[in-house]
């Protein structure tokens, strides 16, 4: 079973920056897209950025601009750059693969951004 592990959430100021990453526990495993999603509560779970097999990104209409989803070259993380972070960008960030035609989530990381 494909287990992710999501890490680099915290406290930022305005303005600041976070890089947040995402790796199988269980070694390599093949997935034909990675990337992220946000929620906050009372909203549903919505789109950041998502990294297709063939490196074809697709990112939200708020992030566009600030947010770029990269992975590593052995295709075993997933990566999410967050620039010029604003207080409506607070929210648990989700890691989120697409393997064998299943959906596979990671447990979440907060972000929250306040002076």
């Known amino acids: 079973q494909v287990q992710l592990v999501e890490s680099g959430g915290g406290l930022v100021q305005p303005g600041g920056s976070l890089r947040l990453s995402c790796t199988s526990s269980?070694?390599?495993?093949?997935?034909?897209?990675m990337g992220w999603y946000r929620q906050v509560p009372g909203k549903s779970r919505e789109l950041v950025a998502t990294?297709?097999?063939?490196?074809?990104?697709n990112y939200g209409d708020s992030v566009k601009g600030r947010f770029t989803v990269s992975r590593d070259k052995f295709l075993k993380t997933v990566y999410l750059k967050m620039d010029s972070l604003q207080p409506e960008d607070t929210a648990v960030y989700y890691c989120?693969?697409?393997?064998?035609?299943?959906?596979?989530w990671g447990q979440g990381t907060q972000v929250t951004v306040s002076s």
């Open positions: 990294i297709a097999g063939g490196g074809t990104t």
């Open positions: 989120w693969w697409r393997v064998a035609s299943r959906d596979v």
């Open positions: 269980g070694g390599f495993v093949a997935a034909a897209a």
